[in-house]
């Protein structure tokens, strides 16, 4: 079935829904774009026909087919509702999600392509699936992600009733009007603070404003008939943003928004532990103390969220409650990850790739666009009963291997996942890469289909195919490590078995933010100093009398340098923002009879926290040094910076160190 047949059918079905639902004046203007994409598909003619009119509620039961026994569990659950993961990239670091180190990324022939994941969501809709969310890393970064909306919005015309969204907001509100032409019905926001500055440090990347701009691009659209269910997702963690509960939950007062409260849950890499987890019940009562009339809302079936409202508020709440309440027994959620492994839990490491069996029919290479056609044009002449096949062939030769496996997976789920205790132990994906690597930690490319299928289901794999494209490594090389050579750590050691090494290079080589968590607040000073030496012998006297055209050079280059300092972390991409105490410039001239002089920069930066200083102090030397240089340039041309460097530290693990020498180790006294 063509690209281009799902795209005529979505458009004609757009035109007449929003039409009849809403109004003509309302729908005018999808209405119009969808018009355009009708006449744009015009010149391909396809055996695929508008929908008669929908028949009535007694037919459609009587016509109705039995649930798919391949997504039917042996706990009698029915998974309607497929969550593909569109990318393992994302354009945030959020703490909880991703590893401060960053994930591997896997070579872009490893991960699905379009065709495959339009092949793969119309499989699942014919067995039952009525409800798809596209997924991410952030979904919204994919270059096509509107084309491929298009064609799975289609799906509608055969079962499918929800496309849904889950995103960060980054970029949502420049594609969102695009969406929802797709046929988009609802959006879930992460958004776990409403102060841009705590936004910052959770996320570890500018972008708040942009997130509520997109927010409020959702409320424009649902004015004039969008109909997008907007919920917004916030992990709650204990000491972080737990004091934002009460705010998130008045915006739900004036808005039709639902806000969803999520116990924060562990993952490979993001440091889970109990003490940071603020459970459901801790979140209700602190909402009850405010709002005392807070009352619970009956739940659909397989709603994953407790949902409540308070009485005047337009929105409701909820609550996903992962870790001390869970959900199993209603759960309908099936997960493809980006490199197309079947989950069948989230909190699962069993993993079937259904990409591969999909492969086979293109010798285990990516379907792409070509092939894909040529695939389309086998159906059609199918159809048409002149294909010389004697197997009947469909977009996926070997769907029924692929329904075979689906549905041994789901038969093997079980009736609920760990619970604390367990949890924190179980080796996982991290959170962005539900949508990525695997858990089995061994290169994809090593497996074959049949070894995939056998370590799913707890079977060792046989791996003696050599890969002649990947470099000998060790063993117990974590899957999608390697594949990226960048650069590697560069360690050394002092002759007194103590390693060095760059504590901001990861052991993949990629560059990363050093984990803070576990360190002890501490008072933390640093000095750094530099020098501006002029050529010009009167360049020190006309910056005491104040005679330069450009005003005040010291008092100029003392607030510089105290504004730089605040400003460190925007400055130098590694560093972490942190609460300053104190910042002091002390800026002495020095003059020399029948010489040129020179300024003296001293920084003092002082902090009560769990990272040093000496970065602050550095960038606030040196600051002020630039601004003296732009400020004197006009009378010496020749002028230079000299000698920056830290000349004190103390706090912290280290102890105490004086001109790069330790003078006081922690805990000598």
Not at 75 to 82: K, P
Not at 83 to 112: A, Q
Request: aromatic share 6%; proline share 4%.
């Amino acid at each position: 079935m063509s690209h281009r047949a799902f795209s005529t059918r979505r458009a004609w079905n757009v035109s007449k829904d929003l039409q009849a639902s809403l109004g003509k004046h309302r729908a005018e203007p999808l209405r119009r774009i969808a018009t355009v994409a009708v006449q744009s598909t015009t010149d391909s003619q396809t055996s695929i026909q508008a929908p008669s009119t929908r028949p009535s509620r007694q037919e459609a039961l009587k016509n109705a087919k039995p649930f798919s026994d391949f997504l039917t569990d042996t706990f009698h659950r029915q998974h309607d509702y497929l969550r593909i993961s569109l990318t393992e990239r994302c354009n945030l670091r959020c703490v909880y999600c991703m590893p401060e180190e960053g994930v591997p990324l896997s070579p872009p022939r490893e991960l699905l392509t379009t065709p495959e994941i339009i092949m793969l969501s119309s499989l699942f809709v014919s067995q039952g699936v009525n409800k798809i969310r596209l997924t991410g890393g952030e979904p919204t970064i994919r270059r096509d992600i509107l084309p491929l909306m298009q064609q799975i919005g289609a799906l509608r015309a055969y079962g499918l009733r929800e496309l849904c969204l889950t995103t960060n907001g980054i970029s949502l509100h420049r594609k969102l009007e695009g969406m929802v032409e797709a046929g988009l019905t609802g959006v879930n926001l992460s958004l776990d603070t409403l102060d841009p500055w705590q936004f910052q440090i959770m996320t570890r990347r500018k972008g708040f404003d942009a997130v509520m701009k997109s927010i409020e691009r959702v409320f424009e659209l649902n004015k004039h008939g969008a109909g997008i269910k907007l919920k917004i997702n916030a992990v709650i963690m204990r000491g972080i943003n737990d004091r934002e509960i009460i705010p998130f939950v008045e915006m739900t007062r004036q808005k039709d928004i639902e806000v969803r409260f999520i116990e924060y849950m562990p993952f490979d890499g993001n440091k889970w532990n109990e003490g940071k987890m603020f459970s459901y019940v801790e979140m209700l009562d602190r909402i009850r103390e405010r709002f005392p009339g807070l009352e619970k809302v009956q739940d659909h079936k397989n709603d994953t969220s407790k949902t409540y409202r308070i009485p005047g508020f337009v929105g409701k709440i909820g609550f996903i409650t992962s870790m001390t309440h869970n959900f199993c027994g209603t759960c309908n959620r099936l997960r493809i990850t980006s490199d197309g492994n079947l989950k069948v839990c989230l909190f699962g490491n069993a993993e079937v790739s259904l990409r591969d069996i999909l492969r086979e029919s293109n010798g285990g290479e990516p379907i792409d666009e070509e092939v894909y056609e040529a695939m389309k044009k086998i159906e059609k002449d199918r159809r048409q009963q002149i294909s010389n096949q004697s197997v009947p062939l469909d977009l996926a030769p070997n769907e029924r291997k692929l329904l075979d496996v689906i549905g041994m997976a789901v038969k093997r789920k079980k009736a609920k996942h760990a619970g604390i205790g367990e949890l924190e132990h179980m080796k996982n994906r991290p959170m962005i890469l539900i949508g990525s690597q695997g858990s089995i930690r061994i290169s994809r490319s090593q497996v074959s289909t049949r070894d995939t299928v056998r370590t799913a289901f707890g079977i060792p794999p046989a791996l003696t195919r050599a890969v002649s494209w990947l470099p000998i490594m060790p063993n117990a090389l974590v899957r999608g490590q390697g594949l990226r050579y960048f650069s590697h750590t560069s360690s050394q050691s002092d002759g007194m078995g103590n390693t060095a090494k760059l504590t901001h290079v990861s052991e993949s080589g990629s560059a990363h933010m050093v984990s803070i968590s576990d360190k002890t607040p501490s008072k933390r000073v640093a000095k750094a100093v530099c020098s501006v030496h002029f050529t010009s012998e009167v360049a020190c006297k006309l910056i005491k009398e104040n005679h330069i055209k450009k005003g005040d050079v010291l008092g100029v280059a003392r607030v510089a340098g105290i504004m730089a300092a605040k400003r460190t972390p925007d400055l130098i991409p590694l560093c972490h923002p942190i609460a300053i105490t104190k910042v002091n410039l002390d800026l002495a001239v020095q003059e020399n009879e029948n010489k040129a002089g020179r300024i003296d920069i001293e920084a003092t930066v002082a902090c009560e926290g769990k990272t040093g200083v000496e970065m602050e102090a550095l960038t606030a030397a040196s600051t002020a040094a630039l601004t003296i240089y732009d400020m004197c340039k006009a009378i010496d041309k020749g002028m230079s910076i000299q000698g920056l460097r830290v000349i004190l530290k103390e706090g912290g693990k280290s102890g105490r160190w004086v001109d790069g020498v330790q003078d006081e180790p922690m805990g000598s006294k």
